[in-house]
């Protein structure tokens, strides 16, 4: 049974918007800490975004100013909008339901969702 139920993958232009949606279990969403990660082909899976519970979310460099991580507690959701997209962001994105921290690396212990392929090319 797939506790993270992503959606909102898809083919987009450089420069244009996607928004992807990751819906996770009513019990544990309030407490938990989702975020996103990407993987693309040939390479390792790498941390994209983090809605952390309290603070200021979490961003990967390479998506500063660009992308977006918004929870919605009443509807067990998490969005990733992801703007201004470029090639090199082609990837299968994977949500994760809870991502924490040690305050020197980050670790997805919750339940991951299925993927969703995102292409960026013209």
């Known amino acids: 049974q797939v506790q993270m139920e992503e959606s909102g993958g898809g083919v987009v232009r450089p420069g244009g918007s996607r928004t992807l949606s990751c819906r996770g279990p009513?019990?544990?969403?309030?407490?938990?800490?989702p975020g996103w990660y990407r993987q693309a082909p040939g390479k390792q899976r790498e941390l994209v975004a983090v809605?952390?519970?309290?603070?200021?979310?979490f961003y990967a460099e390479f998506v500063q100013g660009r992308f977006s991580i918004s929870r919605d507690n009443s509807k067990n959701t998490v969005y990733l909008q992801m703007n201004n997209l470029k090639p090199e962001d082609t990837a299968v994105y994977y949500c994760?339901?809870?991502?924490?921290?040690?305050?020197?690396?980050?670790?997805?212990?919750?339940?991951w969702g299925q993927g969703s392929q995102v292409t960026v090319s013209a």
């Open positions: 009513e019990t544990t969403f309030g407490m938990s800490a």
């Open positions: 809605a952390t519970r309290v603070g200021d979310p």
């Open positions: 994760n339901g809870d991502i924490w921290t040690n305050g020197e690396r980050w670790f997805a212990i919750g339940d």
